[in-house]
């Protein structure tokens, strides 16, 4: 189901890259789009789940239904509340908050106000898509993964559907995706809802002052904030300084950001979703050798298609774009310009892929505090290099200063990695099992083989751009194909066999 929604997600992104292109008009709504996108990810699927499905399963283990029932309502009580209260202040104070994630907008008054009407827009998104993970939360303890992980997909055709059908109605077609923006949250929250009521958990919002399971969650939350949105800080602090390059920057990154999305989504994020409520049910059970077992798993599995999924995109990086989005006003020179930060991220991706499955290993204890410590460091890191890379780019007049923000996203990723797993190991929590060294050897063999089938295979830069629609990616299946069966090859004449990868948690 993730993998739908990633697609969903790409003919999306195809379609506003073919009738809005990249533009100040498409700055100005992917801005409008991302702040709420962010508030999710700390108040929704971020912080809130990670520190919700941890105490849930707590509950789910050692209580009664009708005591889970009274924690879930307490929770959608809090939760909701809060959450309609930032709705509204986020709609009344739009100008000043545009003026915060997009401080280089405030040069143009026209781009500054269209973004702050967007925003009054899309602003309520968090209301409803918060409570959409609050719901999927709850789903995922009992192991239902499918219809949270679908309900992305709903985003995914309002907007198409919106660009299509709402946008030639509009003076300004941009505020129709605005509007398809909060027409796909109330949608999304209203299919979870049969699920909730066939579990008997379907929320009725109650409110008490100092209720246990609220407390709890809250302390857990409070710090895992920072800690499970470091990327997301990251990415938002690349379009502050964005904001102030050259028209365009803020799209560019946004597609290759996409294009990043697609395997950490597919990969990190499923499988950190799956795996969170086994590691809390194995750690409320104190089942240490499961818990390292279950880590050591997750690992093997997303390292085996993370680093060749990431050279394939490095490779592909400007075919795949050119392929994928360079029709209608989305340039030649678009597609060039979003290669570029395409490929400074995907030198991160193996990195970012292991921190989604590493975190889980701290916040399925309960632990929040080490994970900001990390991200705090990772952060502050990564603001460095921002400076460190753009700075001298701009003052070197280099044609394209944003890839040093993705790059500089790229290398607080493995510091970030890095000192997740240094924490794990210290503690005595993951210790990597017997065959990591010959795993390892394995997929770089394999992957250095792919990258050569794909180098070979893939066309000068310039003809993609000539090729019409069906030929690009006619061409482009090839060479992913001929990529995917090379690396497959290699793994099985070195001896790797499915029967290996099925020992699930």
């Not at 399963?57 to 309502?73: C, I, Q, R």
Request: hydrophobic share 55%; net charge positive.
């Amino acid at each position: 189901m993730t993998l739908l929604s990633r697609i969903f997600g790409l003919l999306r992104d195809i379609t506003l890259a073919t009738l809005f292109g990249a533009s100040g008009g498409t700055d100005a709504f992917l801005v409008a789009f991302k702040i709420p996108n962010f508030m999710r990810r700390l108040f929704g699927e971020g912080a809130f789940s990670l520190a919700f499905v941890p105490v849930l399963s707590e509950y789910k283990e050692k209580y009664d239904k009708a005591v889970l029932k009274d924690l879930v309502d307490h929770v959608a009580g809090s939760l909701g509340g809060f959450l309609l209260l930032l709705s509204v202040l986020g709609m009344v104070f739009a100008p000043a908050v545009v003026y915060i994630f997009a401080p280089g907008f405030t040069g143009n008054e026209g781009q500054l106000e269209l973004t702050a009407n967007l925003l009054r827009v899309t602003f309520p998104y968090i209301f409803f898509i918060a409570l959409v993970a609050f719901a999927g939360g709850i789903l995922n303890s009992f192991h239902q993964f499918a219809v949270p992980a679908f309900t992305p997909v709903l985003l995914n055709i309002c907007l198409i559907a919106s660009a299509f059908f709402l946008a030639p109605h509009f003076e300004e077609p941009l505020m129709a995706l605005a509007w398809g923006v909060a027409i796909a949250g109330v949608t999304q929250l209203l299919i979870q809802f049969p699920f909730l009521i066939k579990l008997g958990l379907m929320p009725l919002p109650k409110f008490k002052r100092g209720h246990e399971g609220v407390k709890k969650i809250i302390k857990l939350m409070i710090p895992a904030i920072f800690g499970s949105s470091v990327a997301q800080i990251n990415l938002l602090l690349d379009t502050i300084i964005a904001s102030f390059l050259t028209v365009g920057s803020i799209t560019w990154l946004y597609y290759s950001d996409r294009l990043l999305e697609f395997p950490l989504g597919v990969l990190g994020i499923a499988i950190a979703t799956v795996i969170l409520p086994t590691l809390s049910q194995q750690h409320a059970r104190a089942s240490a050798d499961q818990f390292n077992q279950t880590l050591n798993w997750a690992l093997r599995l997303v390292i085996l298609i993370a680093i060749p999924a990431g050279v394939g995109l490095f490779i592909l990086a400007s075919p795949i774009l050119s392929s994928l989005f360079e029709y209608g006003k989305f340039t030649t020179s678009d597609t060039y310009f979003a290669s570029l930060s395409l490929m400074a991220y995907m030198l991160g991706l193996p990195a970012m892929i292991i921190i989604k499955i590493l975190a889980p290993g701290y916040y399925a204890r309960q632990d929040t505090r080490t994970p900001v410590k990390i991200g705090i460091i990772a952060m502050v890191c990564n603001m460095f290099m921002n400076i460190a890379f753009v700075v001298p780019m701009v003052m070197l007049d280099y044609e394209a200063p944003h890839i040093g923000l993705a790059l500089a996203t790229s290398l607080s990723a493995y510091i970030n990695a890095f000192l997740l797993y240094s924490g794990l190991r210290k503690t005595g929590i993951f210790h990597p099992q017997d065959g990591w060294p010959a795993w390892i050897f394995r997929i770089v063999i394999a992957s250095t083989a792919m990258a050569a089938v794909v180098i070979w295979l893939n066309p000068d830069a310039t003809q993609w751009s000539q090729w019409q629609i069906m030929e690009r990616l006619t061409k482009l299946a090839i060479i992913i194909i001929a990529g995917v069966l090379s690396y497959l090859a290699l793994l099985w004449l070195q001896g790797l066999r499915p029967a290996q990868l099925k020992k699930s948690p």
